[in-house]
């Protein structure tokens, strides 16, 4: 049955618009995925298996308000490559409806942890490839959002000069510092974009314990992961209430970027289950307002992203 939105009312009228979800094949990217096609816009899924790619976009067809108007369609990504990443992105930039109407929502919903051994990409880099090489063909899209669905406003030890965790790693320490990477680099997003009237604007959303398969991927032994799903089976929220979220955010009126509209800021930069606004600690709150920390971050980010 195709995903359906509580929130459809409130929805921007998404025909016409250019959608990217990465890790949009499964869980809570796929079922986001089909709510923009179900909402009229053209949607590029990326994953890296072709066989759940294209049940993916069966889905999409299933979904989609007019499939034969609506691009819809699957790319192969293997979201650890920085390589690929940019291979990946500039391919996206060169679409020609992208080229023409600019790219109006991408959502990386591509992250888990990983309670295993430390893993680094292929080039030995984290960061926004895909974002930093679309920010142009975000720019020109008129109010584009961007949503990071991971661990928004649940703070965590942010190391500039080891981002890779490279000298110490622990998984509790790599789940809490990936969750302040993507924070940090959100709001300097935001604030690069503030004289920006129509956006794009940038979200990041912790979604909660969710009932996904993606404790298969976590690095657990596999009877630990079955275990494991039988107790997200009941304590976990509802994949829909999850996408609903990210949807939301992706389309409705109230996070649109528009001339004397409330400020990226203002409307929110990080979201809980059910997009309450987190209350962030004094101390986290500090180190999101360090520009000195903040700007080594960005500038780490916009390296990988230039390489």
């Avoid at 107790?231 to 970027?257: H, I, K, N, T, Y």
Wanted: hydrophobic share 45%.
């Amino acid at each position: 049955m195709p995903a359906t939105s509580s929130s459809s009312s409130t929805a921007l009228p998404l025909l016409g618009r250019n959608a990217v979800v990465v890790g949009g094949t499964r869980g809570i990217g796929g079922a986001v995925a089909e709510l923009l096609a179900a909402a009229g816009a053209s949607v590029l899924v990326a994953g890296s298996d072709p066989a759940t790619g294209a049940a993916a976009v069966e889905r999409l067809r299933a979904a989609a308000a007019d499939s034969q108007q609506q691009r819809l369609e699957f790319r192969q990504l293997d979201a650890s490559s920085m390589v690929a990443c940019k291979e990946f992105a500039d391919a996206v930039a060169a679409e020609p409806a992208v080229v023409k109407d600019g790219l109006h929502v991408l959502v990386m919903s591509a992250g888990h942890v990983n309670v295993g051994s430390r893993k680094e990409t292929r080039e030995g880099k984290e960061g926004f490839v895909v974002t930093n090489r679309l920010l142009p063909s975000l720019r020109r899209a008129s109010d584009a959002r961007v949503v990071y669905v991971l661990a928004g406003g649940s703070g965590g030890a942010l190391e500039p000069d080891d981002l890779q965790l490279s000298k110490s790693f622990s998984f509790v320490k790599a789940a809490g510092a990936s969750g302040a990477l993507v924070d940090v680099l959100t709001k300097r997003l935001a604030d690069e974009h503030k004289t920006f009237a129509s956006g794009p604007s940038f979200y990041h959303v912790f979604p909660g314990v969710v009932n996904t398969s993606n404790v298969y991927s976590m690095g657990l032994p596999r009877p630990v992961a079955f275990v494991a799903s039988l107790a997200m089976g009941l304590l976990g929220r509802p994949v829909a209430q999850a996408a609903d979220d990210v949807f939301r955010l992706a389309s409705a009126a109230e996070f649109a970027a528009a001339a004397g509209a409330p400020s990226n800021e203002e409307r929110g930069l990080f979201f809980h289950a059910g997009l309450a606004r987190p209350n962030l600690d004094a101390a986290y709150a500090a180190k999101l307002a360090d520009d000195e920390l903040t700007g080594r971050v960005w500038a780490a980010s916009q390296e990988t992203a230039a390489a």
